[in-house]
């Protein structure tokens, strides 16, 4: 089974910026959308952000809109996370996963990345 292994993830001051990495060891990664979703502690998983296959559209939950961008490297089986001007509500875990009609495809989940935002 398809396996993700996400990275990046660090303690930060509020208003400053991280840059997650997520690694795909599918070969069918490249044909499917992909997305990024948190778990705060306490909390139910949530979606963040996600992109179609070949990076033509891409969508953002309202409360990263603006502040956070999605993108990927097909030749790399990779997807990446560039949060910018980030908040104490943004601390979380981070993980991605391929998507199929919009919901995560893939499981177990990996190991996410923690990202941690003080005040």
């Given amino acids: 089974q398809p396996e993700m292994v996400e990275s990046g993830g660090g303690l930060v001051q509020a208003g400053g910026a991280?840059?997650?990495?997520?690694?795909?060891?599918?070969?069918?990664?490249?044909?499917?959308?992909?997305?990024?979703?948190?778990?705060a502690p306490g909390t139910e998983r949530e979606f963040v952000a996600s992109i179609d296959?070949?990076?033509?559209?891409?969508?953002?939950?309202?409360?990263?809109?603006?502040?956070?961008?999605?993108?990927?490297?097909?030749?790399k089986n990779a997807l990446y996370l560039q949060m910018n001007d980030l908040k104490p509500e943004d601390t979380a875990v981070y993980?991605?996963?391929?998507?199929?009609?919009?919901?995560?495809?893939?499981?177990?989940?990996?190991q996410g990345t923690l990202v941690s935002v003080s005040s």
């Avoid at 296959?53 to 990263?64: C, G, Q």
């Avoid at 993980?95 to 990996?110: F, M």
Wanted: charged residues 25%; aromatic residues 16%; contains cysteine.
């Fill in 18 to 39: 991280l840059s997650l990495s997520c690694k795909h060891s599918g070969r069918a990664f490249i044909t499917y959308p992909a997305g990024w979703f948190r778990q």
């Fill in 53 to 75: 296959w070949d990076s033509s559209s891409t969508d953002y939950a309202d409360s990263v809109k603006g502040r956070f961008t999605i993108s990927r490297d097909n030749s």
């Fill in 95 to 110: 993980y991605c996963n391929r998507l199929w009609k919009s919901e995560p495809l893939d499981a177990p989940w990996g």
